[in-house]
């Protein structure tokens, strides 16, 4: 079975110092992988993914994140954080090797702090 | 707006009582998804629809839960003598599925459910 693992509740960083959210991930084939951001009161907004190709993919509002197979882990980056990054980060996997149609799996998210 | 909308946006019930939730999702999208998430954890997933077609629903799923989706546009999900446990937020997704399984899901704000 797929899973996601985010293992860390909070992250805290200084507003302009680079930033790390990490992510891991299980599944039995190769991974599509997703990060979604989620502000108070709204739904979840896509980042960015990874299907296949480059192993660094670049996203939404800065964000990039680096598939690393070897080490099973999607981290998220970014060069220099912004106090209206602060938010909840969630990891996501699919399987598409997997037979049937799978749904996304979500890891239990990461919550950012910046700091002014 | 042509993003996905979920309403009520809140809705706080006794227990015992049924519930419906709308997703309308954006137009042209294929798929639905319908999400349940609860403080502290990601959203997980409960079923999904391919136009009209329920094509998976997940064991969290309980049989007094039910999702229609009648002419493949927007969605209804009820809940039967709501129990305590069900308070949650309940998140709709949809996405543009050519085929492949790649494509991002977009997220509507969700409908908070309290049970009393």
């Known amino acids: 079975a797929q899973s996601v693992a985010q293992p860390e509740d909070q992250v805290n960083v200084a507003e302009g110092n680079p930033l790390t959210v990490k992510c891991t991930y299980s599944v039995s084939g190769n991974p599509y992988l997703f990060w979604y951001v989620q502000y108070p009161n709204r739904g979840l907004q896509f980042l960015l993914k990874?299907?296949?190709?480059?192993?660094l993919v670049k996203g939404s509002y800065g964000f990039e994140a680096e598939f690393n197979k070897s080490q099973t882990s999607f981290h998220l980056k970014k060069p220099s954080a912004l106090v209206s990054d602060s938010a909840l980060y969630f990891c996501?996997?699919?399987?598409?090797?997997?037979?049937?149609?799978?749904?996304?799996?979500f890891g239990k998210g990461t919550r950012l702090s910046v700091i002014a | 707006d042509t993003g996905v909308s979920q309403n009520p946006r809140h809705k706080i019930t006794k227990r015992g009582q049924n519930v419906t939730f709308r997703c309308d999702p954006i137009s042209e999208h294929n798929r639905l998804y319908w999400y349940r998430q609860t403080l502290g954890q990601g959203p997980e997933f409960l079923t999904y629809f391919q136009n009209e077609a329920q094509l998976e629903k997940s064991r969290l799923l309980s049989d007094r839960f039910s999702a229609e989706r009648p002419k493949g546009s927007f969605s209804t999900l009820e809940i039967q003598r709501t129990e305590q446990g069900d308070s949650a937020m309940y998140l709709c997704?949809?996405?543009?599925?050519?085929?492949?399984?790649?494509?991002?899901?977009?997220f509507g704000p969700g409908t908070r459910l309290t049970v009393l």
């Open positions: 990874y299907i296949t190709g480059d192993n």
């Open positions: 997704a949809s996405s543009l599925e050519p085929g492949s399984s790649y494509n991002e899901q977009f």
């Open positions: 996501a996997v699919r399987d598409p090797d997997f037979s049937g149609n799978t749904p996304l799996v």
